[in-house]
Nanobody
C-alpha cells in the first residue's frame, strides 16, 4: 500500500511559479510510475504530466507542455511538479497518483493551486 501526500500549493499571481511535491510512503518507490492530475471547479479531472519509474520518460498535456516539469527523486521518495508561467486557468486542485501497471492505483488528497490575474 502506497500513501501519497501532496504539498506546495497556494495562491500565486499570474506569471508566477510554484513547485508541488508528492511524498510517497510504503511500497517500492522506484517501481511506481507517477502522474499529476488536476481538477478545476465544474470540470473533470485531467491528466497533466506523467513520469516512469526510472524517470527516463515524461509526458505532458498540451495545456502545460513547456511550462510544467515533472521530476522524481527516488532517494527522497518524492515526485515534483515545477510549474512556471502560471495562468488563471491553471487554478485547480492538483493531485498525484501512482501505478505499477496500466491504471493508477494510489491517489493523494490533493493540494489547491490558485492563480490570480
Amino acid at each position: 500500500q502506497v500513501q501519497l501526500v501532496e504539498s506546495g500549493g497556494g495562491l500565486v499571481q499570474a506569471g508566477g511559479s510554484l513547485r508541488l511535491s508528492c511524498a510517497a510512503s510504503g511500497g517500492s518507490f522506484s517501481s511506481y510510475a507517477f502522474g499529476w492530475f488536476r481538477q478545476a471547479p465544474g470540470k473533470e479531472r485531467a491528466s497533466i504530466a506523467a513520469i516512469t519509474g526510472g524517470g527516463g520518460t515524461t509526458s505532458y498535456a498540451d495545456s502545460v507542455r513547456g511550462r510544467f516539469t515533472i521530476s522524481r527523486d527516488n532517494a527522497k521518495n518524492t515526485v515534483y511538479l515545477q510549474m512556471t508561467s502560471l495562468k488563471p486557468e491553471d487554478t485547480a486542485v492538483y493531485s498525484c497518483a501512482a501505478h505499477t501497471g496500466r491504471q493508477y492505483e494510489y491517489w493523494g488528497q490533493g493540494t489547491q493551486v490558485t492563480v490570480s490575474s
